[in-house]
């Protein structure tokens, strides 16, 4: 039987990268009682190629989105080889940090990228508190990376 989340990604055609482990010492996610803690995942896209650029130069709303949503289907997979998506009771928190000039201010927006797309594929379970930040420079030269605290089933 394929799961209501699943189904949602087919409708979306959307599909969860293969993630290979960190290059450097630290768990892509931490379960502790019914918390995951999941690690940041930048806007890599499966192929590997790292969306990059700076929010106010060379990078728009439109391009912080997309890497929004490449960095939320990285989480989602992350989320998936650590407890399942089936497990996922609620995401609490998701933290974003948007490579940006220093008069840049719609990391908002680009954010919001990251989650329309876990409300889509989550449905209420992926409604979040959240906060977009400002980086100066990020991991690689990404445009976005996210990080989530998130309830899961026992």
Known sequence: MVSAVRSRLAELSLELPVLGPPKYAYEPAVLSGELLHVSGQISRTAAGEVLGGRLGADADVAAGV??????????????????GLENVVRVLKLNAWVNSTPDA???????????????????????????????????QGALVELDAVITVRS
Do not use: K
């Not at 997309?66 to 407890?83: E, G, K």
């Not at 680009?110 to 992926?126: E, W």
């Open 66 to 83: 997309a890497a929004a949503r490449v960095s939320a289907l990285n989480l989602l997979a992350r989320v998936d080889d650590a407890v």
């Open 105 to 139: 201010i719609q990391q908002p927006e680009v954010v919001d990228g990251a989650s329309r797309l876990l409300i889509d594929v989550l449905g209420d379970a992926g409604r979040h508190a959240r906060t977009a930040l400002p980086a100066p420079t990020l991991p």
